[in-house]
């Protein structure tokens, strides 16, 4: 089904969640997070006005902050700016005080027109009309100094500054005889204005609605903006092009072209900007949405994130051996490999069917501020949702390292490295691809543009970009580029870039048919292969040498200097490397291990490959990685420690 | 499975079928078009085949009805920016969102043209359904484009169900509710009491299901069609044989 009939299906599914009023951790209300019911809107309020049954002023309070609450309006209040337009319930002192009369009698041939025999809103007529609101507000003295003129009259009393106190929102509360009902909250009330609503019909019967096919009770003039709180004025759908020909042509006006509903499309975009507010993962004016078409909308597996992330996402795989936090010996958890094999129990457990679900996919971009599109959607089945993201998380893994803010026993923040064997994060493969931020626009859109591209190819649309894979391998051959704040040179950075490109490309080849071992292939003769392993041992060499003269750490080795050389030719770079390790290797008389792996290397040159200067694919990195690791685990052999550094490759 | 389908389905005898493809598809829903950001439906409407195979070739003697429509390809989407000309000079910024890689067998018939009885003569149907396919085999008469001028999209002779398609064994797919075509002022068929076409247009809606690949259109005039009629007794353009219109007898066909 489309976008918009799924949004729809999803309201009538969450329906019980209506109105209920989302509690942030602070314990805060936060309506923003509220699946707003129809013709309803979040309205800021200050002033809280009671009164009793029969319309007569009790007190009035103020608050230090604005209070946001719902309440109900029209379609045209809703939207509205200049000119006059009242809320149906609650609204500001402009039109339920006697400051404007036009407005004042808008509000209440409004109110008289639904309140029918509900004594609430008898209550509320009968006291808005009485007008004495604004002497009771004075009487009770909720304005603050400021808000009074500066000049006083003849009896050396101040006046209220009206323009000042026009905005302020009221709400009322009336006292019942057994009750005292906060008519914001009351739901018997917001049932009352959507069976208003929908009792308006004021169409001819022959038109439908073009989102569900239904009767139409009321056209739908214009539709709600601030759908994505990051794009706040762009509408997904508008109709209102009376100059340009985006209908006119074929069609005359707007009625013509299309006609949605008022009700539907209430729906349809209170379910949207709810869904984008608890789980939108935006960037720029992108927002990516996922949900799932069922009671509970919340899809626990995210595409964005890295394996381990994901993996805690799912309640089913929460189990203590999963979780490897702090381990020393850098045991690699494989997420990948777990998923599936939950995924095929799961898929075994014929329960499939019977908890059929749809999940969807969305993408919302603005290319102008007045106008979002909708530039990707998809809808699948769980099962087939699951299996795109496990497919990707199988494909893309590579030993890599999260840091997970912990607290440790003294209460402070610390990081702890995680390894694992999985994927890493969309935003993992923008920084291996593209770098750091430096807090430019242009960052984001690269980002966005990034993720997009990324979701594209996990739901099978896009191979693996080819470029992307490229770039990062032109990153992650250039360590002297990975610069901490005082322009040093980042270690850490450079690391998780290579094992992030390590990722992506097994991912590139794996595409073209060519599946790449985690580990050391000793066997391969693949030219590119070679030389990543050549400099590997010559890093390695180097790097021996150095510990041994306690000088480790202290520089980067001649093979990390040289590496972007060695990538763009290296036969030639390899000889220049070959000449600089002389000293070490006397120091490490003669390095005999060293020096016979170089030649086991060698040998397995084909034919030619070898004196080939041209450059080198992204899969030298793949070489070159592999043999760090098989240098890595001998040593942890050796010693039957690990390192606890956290990196990947040392 | 698809050759159920398949054997459900009853070819005409003057039955055209053919395969059209493109690079780019885009449909647009026109719940979004009307704004500007156009979006495509999954599949391809009954009205923009019946386009394409007007363009193949055509008439005003008769009428295309498509009978259905097979989804070869797997359903993707491509989402470009764009930059739209403005009429009163300048331009527009906007996301446009295509489908890719698509693919579609058709297959379709032709009826008389009932609104305009002055063709009579020309309704030499073993002719029309013979120069139709040879238009397709030539790649039709006109340009051939898949929903949207941009997508440029090919036209090729073809068996229908033929060859193998990534929704063969899929089972059923619910598109919702989606646009199914217009009913233009010469073509609508509907009539008021004393027999004179009302010339109106139409819009036509309905419940969108594609099973194993293949979406059984239903006809024009089918009653599960939910219909809104937009502009009421409209012009039509007069066809007269000999003036600005060739006989079928004399027509050369494309040869």
């Known amino acids: 089904m489309g976008l918009f009939q799924n949004l729809l299906e999803t309201y009538e599914k969450c329906s019980e969640a209506v109105g209920i009023v989302q509690v942030d951790a602070d314990g805060n209300a936060n309506e923003k997070k509220t699946l707003l019911p129809i013709g309803h809107m979040t309205f800021k309020s200050q002033i809280c006005v009671t009164i009793d049954e029969d319309g007569v002023f009790v007190r009035a309070s103020r608050d230090n902050k604005e209070t946001t609450i719902i309440a109900p309006c029209t379609e045209i209040s809703a939207g509205r700016s200049s000119g006059i337009a009242a809320h149906s319930l609650c609204d500001q002192l402009d039109y339920v005080g006697d400051i404007n009369e036009g407005k004042i009698a808008a509000y209440l041939s409004q109110l008289n027109s639904w309140k029918g025999n509900i004594p609430e809103l008898n209550a509320i007529y009968t006291y808005v009309s009485g007008k004495t609101m604004m002497d009771d507000l004075l009487n009770s003295r909720i304005f603050k100094e400021s808000e009074y003129q500066t000049k006083t009259d003849e009896h050396g009393e101040s006046q209220l500054d009206k323009e000042k106190i026009r905005k302020l929102g009221v709400r009322f509360i009336v006292q019942m005889t057994d009750n005292m009902v906060k008519v914001w909250e009351s739901t018997e009330l917001r049932n009352a204005w959507i069976d208003n609503m929908s009792s308006n019909s004021t169409f001819n019967e022959e038109a439908f609605d073009y989102l569900s096919g239904e009767v139409v009770h009321q056209v739908a003039a214009q539709h709600p903006k601030n759908i994505n709180s990051l794009t706040g004025n762009a509408k997904l759908l508008s109709c209102n092009d009376t100059s340009g020909f985006t209908f006119r042509g074929r069609f005359a006006k707007q009625n013509d072209a299309v006609i949605v509903d008022y009700i539907q499309s209430q729906k349809m975009h209170q379910m949207l900007r709810w869904l984008i507010a608890n789980y939108g993962y935006a960037a720029d004016s992108q927002v990516i949405v996922t949900w799932g078409v069922d009671r509970d909308t919340e899809v626990k597996a995210k595409v964005q994130d890295n394996s381990l992330d994901f993996f805690e996402n799912m309640e089913e795989v929460k189990t203590k051996a999963d979780i490897l936090s702090g381990t020393k010996g850098g045991i690699y958890a494989d997420y990948a490999d777990k998923l599936k094999n939950l995924l095929q129990g799961f898929g075994n457990a014929k329960d499939i069917k019977q908890h059929f679900c749809k999940i969807c996919i969305a993408v919302f971009d603005a290319a102008t501020t007045g106008r979002m599109g909708l530039v990707f959607y998809q809808e699948l089945p769980k099962n087939t949702y699951l299996e795109n993201i496990v497919n990707w998380h199988s494909d893309t893994s590579y030993f890599l390292t999260a840091w997970k803010k912990e607290r440790d026993e003294h209460g402070k923040d610390k990081n702890t490295p995680i390894h694992y064997i999985g994927a890493p994060s969309f935003d993992d493969i923008v920084f291996a691809v593209y770098g750091k931020s430096h807090g430019d626009k242009s960052y984001e859109i690269l980002k966005k543009n990034t993720r997009k591209q990324l979701l594209e190819c996990m739901f099978g649309n896009f191979a693996f970009p080819k470029n992307m894979v490229e770039m990062a391998a032109n990153r992650a051959s250039n360590p002297m580029g990975f610069m901490d704040l005082n322009g040093k040179f980042s270690e850490n950075d450079w690391k998780r870039a290579l094992s992030i490109t390590c990722a992506l490309t097994r991912k590139f080849y794996k595409q073209q048919k060519e599946e790449i071992p985690l580990e050391l292939d000793t066997d391969r003769t693949n030219r590119d292969y070679l030389f990543g392993r050549l400099l590997s041992v010559a890093d390695k060499l180097e790097s021996a040498a150095l510990y041994k003269a306690d000088k480790q750490n202290t520089r980067p ?50 034919e030619g490959d070898y004196e080939d200067n041209s450059p080198l694919s992204p899969l030298y990195l793949l070489g070159y990685a592999a043999q760090n690791r098989a240098f890595l685990k001998n040593n942890n052999n050796e010693k039957t420690e690990g390192t606890d550094n956290g990196y990947i490759t040392e | 499975m698809k050759d159920e389908m398949l054997e459900a389905m009853i070819k005409k005898r003057n039955s055209v079928e053919f395969e059209v493809y493109g690079k780019y598809a885009l449909f647009s829903d026109p719940i979004t078009r009307v704004g500007g950001e156009k979006f495509s439906y999954q599949v391809p409407t009954y009205q923009a085949l019946k386009g394409i195979l007007e363009s193949v070739y055509w008439k005003p003697t008769f009428i295309w009805v498509i009978d259905a429509v097979r989804v070869m390809n797997k359903i993707q989407t491509e989402g470009k920016g764009i930059r739209p000309i403005k009429m009163n000079g300048g331009n527009d910024l906007s996301y446009y969102t295509y489908l890719k890689e698509a693919r579609y067998q058709v297959l379709a018939h032709f009826e008389w043209n009932e609104n305009r009885p002055g063709l009579q003569n020309d309704r030499n149907e073993n002719k029309h359904h013979n120069i139709a396919k040879r238009s397709i085999g030539k790649g039709g008469r006109r340009d051939i484009f898949l929903g949207t001028r941009e997508c440029q999209g090919y036209v090729e002779h073809c068996e229908f169900g033929r ?34 076409p009302l010339r109106n247009f139409d819009v036509r809606f309905y419940n969108c299901t594609m099973k194993d690949g293949i979406i059984l259109f239903p006809a024009p005039s089918d009653s599960s069609l939910k219909r809104r009629t937009v502009f009421e007794n409209q012009q039509m353009k007069e066809f007269v044989i000999g003036q600005n219109l060739l006989p079928v007898e004399t027509e050369g066909g494309d040869e």
């Open chain 1, 557 to 606: 080795t001649n093979a990390t200097k040289l590496m972007s050389a060695f990538r763009v030719k290296p036969h030639s770079t390899w000889g220049i490397l070959y000449d600089q390790l002389i000293p070490y290797r006397n120091q490490l008389n003669g390095a005999g291990y060293y020096q016979s792996l170089i030649d086991n290397i060698l040998v397995l040159f084909e």
């Open chain 2, 163 to 196: 060859g193998s398609g990534f929704y063969d064994d899929y089972g059923e797919l619910n598109f919702g509710f989606m646009f199914h075509g217009i009913d233009y002022p010469d073509e609508n068929p509907t009539k008021n009491e004393e027999g004179i």
